[in-house]
């Protein structure tokens, strides 16, 4: 039984990206999983993902990696986070001020910490990638 999918996943990425595998296959496939990969795309730490196998209702995401990822890991408990108090996350979380970003959800989708400071919403913390 997997009590936080997105972790698994995030692990899984790390642990690919440590050994130098360029893909991996991680299950389950959820829309949340999904949007969290489009992010990590957007700032070139994946190459691409697909959904397959997807007749079983489950589904798996085939990654491709990039070579850029350095530490990803999942942010818990989900911490809920005003804007102004974004840079207290950002030094707890980040090595260094404007390398790598911060994953949250908001009332606007899934989104990076510097889409959610140019919008000026907060949200719930999700993840950490540089």
Known sequence: MRHDPLNDIINSIKNASRIGRKEIVAEPAGRLIGRVLKVM???NYLKSFEVIDEARGGGKFR???????NNCGVIKPRLPVKISN???YEARYL???DFGILILTTTKGVMSHIEARKLGIGGKLLAYVY
């Open 95 to 97: 090595p260094a001020q």
């Open 63 to 69: 990654i491709v990696l990039s070579d850029t990822i």
């Open 86 to 88: 974004m840079d207290r």
């Open 41 to 43: 795309q957007e700032y």
